[in-house]
């Protein structure tokens, strides 16, 4: 750097240290002007223009760092997760094939690019530069459970098994590593870790993140073998723990599904007279737990079918069409009536359409999808959207047992759990009304009890003819990025019905909540 670039990013540093945004922004304009190429400043400005709420100039200084693609291994990869941020998808993308990152050995670096891959639903890439990194000496503990559930992901059970034992040898408190292995299968009394998890439990910080995770553990563990009293014990325990951290407002969510309702009329939900070329998405809303992962599998053995997983785009370019960072609240409320929408529709596409290759159709499912369906529905008219319906025990009691992590911290308590849910069920009441017939609804307990049929109705309203292997889930190859990944690799079965039943008693304060 020249002299004077070097004082202007130093004064810049100073104002950001002194929380003095506007003044370092000014100042690294000046900076730009002496050095346009200059792309740890165009992050910074990216990262100040995104706390100051300006997504658009967010996105705009993040994709100017990407035409000016540094050498640096760290910065490209700074680059790559500006662009994410902002909903640049295809862009960040294209970073991590840079050279520089193709080749190197740094294992810091590689375990970053495999964050980054996995974020990105990169699943296969994700799980190639762990194995990277592990050859480069990386082996926190931290880093050995990501790349765990990276095998998972992506089939390879035995070997995430091996690498989650390893773990807990080199860090036996971990919390993580032991529930992402007791997860992997169902345990028997002849064989189990409830010893293991009672050690690790007295030696783990009381109250923290991995105390919570062994309490999961030992549930998971205890209810396999039938000691339902001990299990219901230690589930508690664990949800107290990681509510009792939680930012959560029942009364926020409810008020913000009246605004949405109030907003979103039939008018409103309309769409204009637009046809998106190319690919089309079919979106998978519902409840977490309701069985979503499953009616991906059966859809995504279609022919004409690609499944590209949880995608955060629409939520993305929502925020770039609001010009702010949050999805939905009573900012981005106030302004959709004004939204182009077949804009956002065409946004969406140059984001996401390239997953499906050269299918007709791609998957997203990302279920908290249900809070927008309606836009969806008004951005991209040839959208198909299916809705997972599953029994209201069934499901909320699926939530509470497993730990979501702290993008669901409703799920952690049991009346915020049927709050969440009540409200889920009221919206979809609401888009159904509003727009007749334009999201279907799947029931979970047809799906697993009448596959054919039911996976023959979601075809047809998918304008996909039927093919008889959508329903030979087993022989689905593709990654599994959920809590159910190794749940779904088996063929359909019906075992997952009425497993609160036996907990009936501690769970009547939720029957209550739901008014069953």
Known sequence: MTEPTTRYWDRAQRYLSSGQLTAARVALESLLRRDPAHVPALLTLSGIAFAEDRVRAAASDAVAAAAKLPTDENLI????????????????????????????????????????????????????????????????????IDRALALIFNGCVTEAAVALAACLRSAPFSGGAAL????????????NHLGDLQRRLEGVEQGSD??????????????????????????????????????????????????????????????????????????????PRSGTTLLERVLGNHSQVVSA???????????????????????????????????????????AQWRAQDARFFIDKLPTNWMVAGLIRRALPQARILNLVRDPMDVCFSNFRVSLGDKFPWSYDLRAIASYYLQYRRLLAHWHAAMPGQILDVAYADLVRDPEATARRVLTHCGLEWEHDCIEISRNKSVVATLSAAQVREGIHTRFFEEWRHYERQLQPLREALAL
């Open 180 to 191: 992402a292995l007791s997860r992997l299968r169902k345990q028997t009394q002849e064989n």
């Open 77 to 144: 990869i700074d680059v790559a997760e500006a662009l994410r941020r902002v909903g640049e998808t295809r862009m960040a993308c294209r970073c991590l094939e840079h050279p520089a990152l193709t080749k190197t050995n740094d294992g810091q670096v590689l375990v970053r690019l495999a964050n980054l891959h996995k974020f990105l639903g990169q699943h296969p890439e994700a799980l190639a530069a762990y194995e990277r990194a592990v050859a480069s000496g990386a082996n926190s503990t931290e880093f050995q």
């Open 210 to 287: 991995d105390h919570a995770a062994v309490e999961f553990a030992r549930y998971k563990e205890l209810e396999d073998i039938g000691r339902y009293d001990e299990a219901w014990g230690a589930l508690v325990q664990g949800n107290a723990i990681l509510y009792g951290r939680q930012r959560h407002d029942p009364e926020y969510l409810e008020q913000l599904i009246e605004a949405l309702m109030g907003c979103c009329t039939p008018q409103l939900l309309q769409p204009d007279d637009v046809v998106h070329e190319g690919p089309q998405p079919i979106f998978i809303v519902g409840m």
């Open 309 to 351: 997983g949880e995608l955060d785009d629409f939520g993305l370019q929502l925020r770039w069409m609001t010009n702010h960072r949050y999805t939905l609240d009573e900012c981005a409320l106030e302004r959709l009536p004004g939204l182009d929408y077949a804009e956002l529709g065409r946004r969406y596409l140059a984001q």
